[in-house]
């Protein structure tokens, strides 16, 4: 593929790079930092609109049913890696097992560093939407989100939580850090859908 064909495949105004960043060393954090996470220590927690809230040592987590999923991966900030291959948990799994409740229409996503974003129930449900620990057959870095981010390929990255410790399933939807600070909740790249109207 040539390099025209390549920028023709982008979403508009996005523009190819190598690699994939990592916050916190090549590319800036909210406040500075990347959050040290002790794997023995780490939960996730999963509850909300649920009949079967869950808590997830990461010992647990690996244990859940995996898959491998290549996608490219869109900055808002306008750079792209394309055919990042992520592994991890197809999120729609999660539901089964939690069974979320009838009201249960938005998923909102807590993180170490108290990064919040979140997302429709139907949005989280493509067959391309990971709860993911690998990158590229290796386990996440820290500056990658480690030990588990989400991956939303058809949204810009800020919807794609790292450092994640609590999935909330709501019947209302509840604005994440940079959707309340201007950013497009609906993030959508092939739309160029950055900034709220």
């Not at 023709?8 to 994939?20: A, D, S, V």
């Not at 990042?84 to 993180?111: M, P, Q, R």
């Not at 391309?128 to 990658?144: H, M, P, T």
Request: hydrophobic fraction near 35%.
């Amino acid at each position: 593929m040539s390099s025209k064909e390549k920028r023709e495949n982008l979403p508009p105004g996005q523009t190819p790079i190598k690699r994939l960043l990592r916050w916190g060393k090549d590319h800036p954090t909210i406040d500075g930092s990347v959050p040290k996470i002790d794997l023995k220590k780490w939960i996730l927690t999963i509850d909300g609109e649920v009949d079967e809230p869950l808590k997830l040592s990461w010992n647990n987590l690996l244990k859940l049913p995996k898959i491998e999923s290549v996608s490219d991966f869109h900055c808002v900030e306008g750079w792209t890696v394309l055919g990042l291959k992520w592994e991890g948990i197809l999120f729609k799994k999660v539901i089964d097992f939690v069974k979320i409740k009838k009201s249960a229409k938005f998923v909102s996503f807590e993180c170490a560093d108290k990064y919040t974003t979140s997302l429709s129930l139907e949005e989280v449900l493509g067959e391309d939407v990971l709860l993911a620990y690998k990158l590229d057959g290796k386990y996440l870095e820290e500056g990658f989100g480690a030990p588990l981010r989400l991956v939303v390929p058809k949204k810009y990255a800020y919807k794609s939580a790292m450092w994640i410790t609590r999935i909330k399933f709501t019947s209302k939807k509840e604005m994440g850090y940079w959707e309340s600070r201007g950013y497009s909740d609906t993030a959508e790249v092939w739309k160029n859908d950055r900034f709220s109207r």
